[in-house]
T-cell receptor, first 112, second 116 residues
Framework: GQQLNQSPQSMFIQEGEDVSMNCTSSSIFNTWLWYKQDPGEGPVLLIALYKAGELTSNGRLTAQFGITRKDSFLNISASIPSDVGIYFCAGPTQGGSEKLVFGKGTKLTVNP | KAGVTQTPRYLIKTRGQQVTLSCSPISGHRSVSWYQQTPGQGLQFLFEYFSETQRNKGNFPGRFSGRQFSNSRSEMNVSTLELGDSALYLC???????????????FGSGTRLTVV
């Protein structure tokens, strides 16, 4: 089945630094979603991308839909302590089933 | 508006028992999906319901089942619990089932199930 590979698995950064993480697949995706999960909570949708090449921002977050449709990137600028959490990429599978497949996540730790 | 509500938040069950988890979607959302989250496997799709019909199913054994009521509320049931069923079970709702730009799933906080 379709799989999403996220990297890095974890990141330890200093407050104020910029962060980049990515998600790749051997299959084409028509939609890319980026979620953040805080401890003890469900994932929260950050950004949705629907078109190859699309670049979308949400505050300090920027995500891009790769032109090959097989990858996506999420950048966080000027990180703050509340950015701590696990970031997931996700996309709907092909073939009409439309179920979401998720990457394994990137765990972000921000040192004040 | 109220978010997705899952009950209970925590549950401890004994191997061999069965369990029922409940999910109330956001008002106006008619599609409800269920996911299992474990440290090893991550988030895995269980099933999705729309208009009281199961539309999609993941690769889980038949011990995992669900249903949706006319008010869009959903329940999932796991029978003959195994230790490996210990996980965070997440429910997500969205306004409709298919079509472009309908992937704005809103997740609940989950039910933490521990099987002992």
């Amino acid at each position: 089945g379709q799989q999403l590979n996220q990297s890095p698995q974890s990141m330890f950064i200093q407050e104020g630094e910029d962060v980049s993480m990515n998600c790749t697949s051997s299959s084409i995706f028509n939609t890319w979603l980026w979620y953040k999960q805080d401890p003890g909570e469900g994932p929260v949708l950050l950004i949705a991308l629907y078109k190859a090449g699309e670049l979308t921002s949400n505050g300090r977050l920027t995500a891009q839909f790769g032109i090959t449709r097989k990858d996506s990137f999420l950048n966080i600028s000027a990180s703050i302590p509340s950015d701590v959490g696990i970031y997931f990429c996700a996309g709907p599978t092909q073939g009409g089933s439309e179920k979401l497949v998720f990457g394994k996540g990137t765990k972000l730790t921000v040192n004040p | 508006k109220a978010g997705v509500t899952q009950t209970p938040r925590y549950l401890i069950k004994t191997r061999g028992q069965q369990v029922t988890l409940s999910c109330s979607p956001i008002s106006g959302h008619r599609s409800v999906s269920w996911y299992q989250q474990t440290p090893g496997q991550g988030l895995q799709f269980l099933f999705e319901y729309f208009s009281e019909t199961q539309r999609n199913k993941g690769n889980f054994p038949g011990r995992f089942s669900g249903r949706q009521f006319s008010n869009s509320r959903s329940e999932m049931n796991v029978s003959t619990l195994e230790l490996g069923d210990s996980a965070l079970y997440l429910c997500a709702s969205r306004r409709s089932y298919q079509g472009a730009r309908t992937y704005g799933y809103t997740f609940g906080s989950g039910t933490r199930l521990t099987v002992v």
